[in-house]
């Protein structure tokens, strides 16, 4: 694969300091060799001998106390970007690969695309403008849209909002983001803040303790009137043996294959779902749907989104 857009010199690891230059910009960060180093887990001189070559390059300079791109070294980490956020997506919509693993997958098919494939996959996913975490995608033109977004731990207490965007790094933050079923489109409620700074809310039925450590990686939006949640709103995992319900949809956390399965087996809004039975273990349990019984495993029940009492399997 061939990388016709950036520099040919440019190597994986500048590429990569590219991209954190970027971010410093985007974000109002000086970036320094220390953060090159600790953004990248590098030994301090090999961050700077990387910086350096950039700069020998043309792609990149010292600037006061910092370090800056030049207007060709934007455009190649905007291109890195790109490509990065459009692989996120392919990953998100058209693998099984979990949302956990779409950050380290991406990042090693970022180095490997060309110029000609990324604009083909952007063609292919039909020209996203954000990525699954609510990043913006890069148009191929090189602009990369501004996001102005507010942090749960900016957000006043109290009423209703749409998680818009997670970071996904630190890495190890992002995965407990999702392990506990946090993902952009989530609309929360009852936002209250507790004295050591974690958060407490409610989120598709169930009650949400987030951490003071992850409230500034957490950004949020008003809701739109269409995202008004119903309160009633719950996820078929958690319906009793023997309840019925009718499905509001499919949480937005739910892509890939997995989604187009659960499509497959009719669960779509209005479908009528019954709770039969469940394993010894809890999971899997059978569901009757659409006239059949379906078996469904805990993980894959609670991307489902019902209305309890609303309606039966036929």
């Not at 600790?38 to 910086?51: E, F, I, S």
């Not at 990953?91 to 695309?113: F, I, M, Q, Y």
């Not at 102005?148 to 009423?159: K, N, P, T, Y």
């Amino acid at each position: 694969m061939s990388s016709d857009r950036l520099p040919e010199h440019v190597d994986k690891r500048e590429e990569d300091v590219l991209k954190h230059l970027l971010d410093c910009e985007e974000g109002g960060v000086v970036a320094s060799v220390d953060s090159v180093a600790g953004a990248l887990d590098l030994r301090r001189p090999r961050a700077a001998k990387t910086l350096a070559s950039l700069a020998a390059s043309g792609l990149a300079g010292p600037r006061g106390d910092g370090w800056t791109l030049s207007a060709e070294g934007r455009k190649a980490a905007v291109e890195v970007v790109r490509r990065h956020r459009l692989m996120e997506t392919w990953l998100a919509r058209e693998t099984g690969v979990p949302a956990k693993d779409w950050h380290r997958a991406a990042h090693v098919a970022e180095h490997r695309l060309g110029t000609a494939e990324t604009d083909e996959l952007a063609d292919r996913l039909g020209n996203p403008r954000f990525d699954p975490h609510g990043d913006p995608i890069p148009t191929r033109e090189g602009e990369l849209p501004g996001a102005q977004r507010v942090s749960l731990a900016e957000w006043a207490e109290g009423g209703e909002a749409v998680i818009e965007h997670l970071e996904d790094e630190p890495q190890s933050l992002y995965r407990e983001m999702v392990r506990i079923g946090l993902h952009p489109g989530m609309v929360l409620s009852g936002i209250t803040r507790r004295p050591d700074g974690s958060m407490e809310m409610v989120g598709e039925g169930r009650k949400l303790e987030v951490p003071g450590s992850w409230t500034g990686l957490i950004h949020l939006a008003e809701l739109a009137d269409e995202q008004r949640a119903d309160a009633a709103i719950r996820r078929l995992s958690d319906l009793p043996v023997g309840a019925a319900c009718r499905v509001v949809g499919l949480s937005p956390a739910c892509v890939g294959a997995e989604r187009r399965r659960l499509l497959d087996l009719g669960i779509v809004p209005g479908t009528g779902i019954r709770c039969e039975f469940a394993s010894p273990f809890g999971s899997p349990r059978s569901y009757l749907i659409r006239g059949s019984m379906v078996g469904l495993r805990r993980e894959q029940a609670e991307r489902v989104l019902v209305l309890p009492g609303k309606g039966g399997g036929s």
